[in-house]
């Protein structure tokens, strides 16, 4: 239906074969082509800005590799770029690294995929023979604990016995404590949605973590998520100091651009994508992936990697 | 924050001792259209349009600019006169559709809980099989509104409950029937094909039903609701939308383009997860708040 950015960029530097160097003009013309692919991709204008920018020093002046023409030149640029931006390479497991029980808690907006991502992570974590506690905090949403108690169920995982009309930070506390005494090594804290101007509820945030201690503060953030994103991730990530970012709802046709805005302006690392809403669907974040998916190019960036 | 600045106040400081609109000025006001999520598509459109009545000498300053781009963008809501006419049939039957996430079954708590108060006789159906405490959540909302609930058990088909929520919709005279559905991305043909199938088992139950298919955007999505609206659509005949989730930040400008592609007026917006948090759509108001 649509033409690849790549078409684009080749017709853009039709005139250029054989000329060598890149140019100001024809850099300018490939880079407009560029900005629309990210802003159709829901990256923010404003992160969209900045990198064309970037992209633009890097790029006037290059050399065109034999090997390429001078439409792939600039999408290796963008490509290399955007998986620079992403932390490509960049550690992004989990730190659980400390004296357990470790504490992992989820926050983010309403419907986002945090209590599906719970379940998800104690499933993985207990393949890699952890015994993980998951933990209801989510007395708000109806049936929000009893979500996370099916969860349990299915993965023969203990969920902490919480009741909605307890205080949110009096289960974290409680539950934490009933970690240490019955031998639990990870827990993982599910809270109620929310958004980041609520300022009652991401007060509420800030108590369930010091009474949590978490080592990880996994923002969960819906693939579909557009331009609003970077107030979003800023709103928890000023708050909270969230640690890392769970990208949800991928298995569809979203291109995710909201996770290259939410790594701009918090500079916190993807760590998990999720993949459907089975509990199996989780995976490692890699970079590559979603740039590649994001420029719609996979085919090509395969070929420009061999270049 | 710089972010929250209000579009208002940018085209303000845009526009301030200004008299000529010029190329600069509409790539502002480009960026700034795209940051509520208006998409680029019809951004671009909006700007074209505006350029023209500019060379035409239509737009003289900032505030006939400002005026006109409103205008621009609140012709391309399609608008109904009223609400939904539920008096129309009895049972008037609604189905809410829409991806993982976005409120469905808040919003039919939200949507009961105002026929309640008008005095109807509400019946809703759990038919969302498949998540965690689908069913107990809509539960909950049936006894906060005072409206019974059909389910079956987790797993169980969804057309079954759907077949079941008409049968007991029109043997207990229920003036409206209001269905839940598990939340599909529109990508996936097996659910979609699902879906398809709860909707042949309405129609077959209740002549005319679903008098009404509700889809349903959350505000924060961006360019992907385009593909949603385009591919449930296709499937289940959508008739309106709901806009959620607009007590936060996002402006959930893409229901613009949505509305206008696919001629869908967008019948409530979601302003909060209470039960009384559902509004009428003002595409006035709506369309100020953007700016
Ligand atoms: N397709 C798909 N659906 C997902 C994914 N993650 C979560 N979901 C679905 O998204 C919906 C919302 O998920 P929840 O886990 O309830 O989201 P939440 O953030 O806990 O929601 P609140 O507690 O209400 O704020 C459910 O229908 C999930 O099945 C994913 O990676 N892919
Ligand atoms: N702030 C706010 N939250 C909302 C609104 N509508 C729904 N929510 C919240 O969004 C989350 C998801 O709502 P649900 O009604 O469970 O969404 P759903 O579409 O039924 O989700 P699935 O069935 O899992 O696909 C819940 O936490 C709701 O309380 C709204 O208008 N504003
Ligand atoms: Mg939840
Ligand atoms: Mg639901």
């Keep these: 239906m649509f033409d690849t950015l790549s078409d684009k960029l080749e017709s853009v530097f039709k005139k250029l074969r054989g000329q060598g160097v890149m140019t100001e003009d024809n850099v300018k013309e490939a880079l407009r082509e560029v900005r629309l692919a990210l802003l159709e ?7 969209v800005k900045d990198f064309i920018e970037r992209v633009r020093e890097k790029a006037v002046g290059t050399l065109v590799l034999q090997s390429l023409s001078p439409g792939q030149q600039v999408v290796k640029i963008v490509h290399d770029e955007l998986v620079a931006l992403m932390g490509g390479g960049e550690d992004n497991s989990l730190d659980l690294a400390a004296k357990p029980p470790v504490s992992i808690m989820m926050v983010g907006l309403q419907g986002a995929g945090k209590t599906t991502s719970c379940g998800k992570l104690a499933k993985l974590l207990k393949s890699q023979r952890r015994k993980p506690l998951l933990v209801p905090a989510d007395i708000y ?9 099916i969860l349990g169920r299915q993965l023969s995982i203990e969920v902490f016995d919480s009741q909605a009309d307890q205080k949110p930070v009096d289960i974290c506390s409680k539950a934490l404590k009933y970690a240490q005494l019955s031998g639990f090594d990870t827990v993982i804290f599910d809270t109620a949605g929310r958004h980041q101007i609520d300022d009652y509820l991401m007060d509420e945030l800030v108590q369930i973590r010091e009474a949590a201690e978490p080592r990880e503060i996994l923002f969960v953030a819906d693939a579909m998520t557009g331009q609003e994103a970077v107030n979003v991730a800023a709103g928890f990530d000023e708050r909270l100091g969230i640690t890392g970012v769970v990208l949800t709802k991928l298995d569809g046709d979203a291109k995710g651009g909201a996770a290259l805005s939410i790594k701009a302006v918090t500079g916190k690392p993807v760590k998990f ?5 089975k509990l199996d669907a989780l995976e490692v974040f890699h970079a590559d992936r979603l740039v590649s998916r994001i420029l719609g190019m996979g085919d090509v960036l395969t070929l420009i990697e061999k270049a | 924050t710089k972010t929250h600045e209000s579009i208002v106040g940018r085209i303000d400081s845009l526009l301030l001792g200004q008299k000529q609109i010029d190329a600069d000025v509409l790539e502002e006001l480009e960026e700034i259209l795209i940051t509520a999520d208006i998409g680029v598509k019809t951004t671009v459109e909006l700007i074209r349009t505006l350029e023209q009545r500019l060379k035409r000498n239509e737009l003289k300053d900032g505030n006939a600019l400002k005026a006109a781009l409103k205008q621009e963008i609140t012709n391309r809501l399609v608008q109904v006169e009223s609400g939904l ?21 808040t919003t039919i708590g939200k949507l009961a809980a105002q026929y309640r108060l008008a005095g109807k006789k ?36 969804p057309s079954a409950v759907a077949f079941d929520a008409c049968k007991a919709a029109l043997a207990r005279g229920c003036d409206v029937l209001l269905i839940d559905t598990a939340g599909r991305l529109h990508t996936k043909v097996n659910l979609m094909e699902e879906m398809k199938k709860i909707r042949r088992v309405i129609e077959r139950e209740i002549p005319g039903a679903p008098h009404e298919t509700l889809l349903v955007l959350d505000a924060a999505t961006g360019q992907n609701a385009i593909s949603q609206a385009s591919l449930f659509k296709e499937a289940a005949q959508v008739t309106g939308l709901i806009l959620t989730k607009l007590d936060g930040t996002a402006k959930g400008g893409i229901v ?14 979601g302003v909060g997860e209470g039960v009384e948090d559902l509004r009428e759509f003002e595409p006035q108001e709506f369309v100020d708040a953007i700016f």
């Design chain 1, 41 to 47: 991709a829901d990256v923010n204008f404003k992160v």
């Design chain 1, 141 to 149: 949403r109806p049936a929000a604990i009893e979500q996370l108690k």
């Design chain 1, 273 to 277: 994508v999720g993949l459907g809403e």
């Design chain 2, 85 to 105: 006419d539920i008096i129309a049939a009895k049972p008037f039957v609604i189905l809410v559709i829409g991806v993982n996430g976005v409120g469905k079954t």
């Design chain 2, 122 to 157: 509400v019946l809703l159906a759990a038919g969302d099989t498949f998540r965690a405490a689908a069913a107990e959540q809509l539960e909950i909302w049936g006894e906060r509104v005072g409206a019974e609930v059909v389910r079956h058990k987790e797993g169980a088909d």
């Design chain 2, 256 to 269: 613009v383009a949505v509305s206008h592609e696919f001629s869908l007026p967008v019948r409530y917006i």
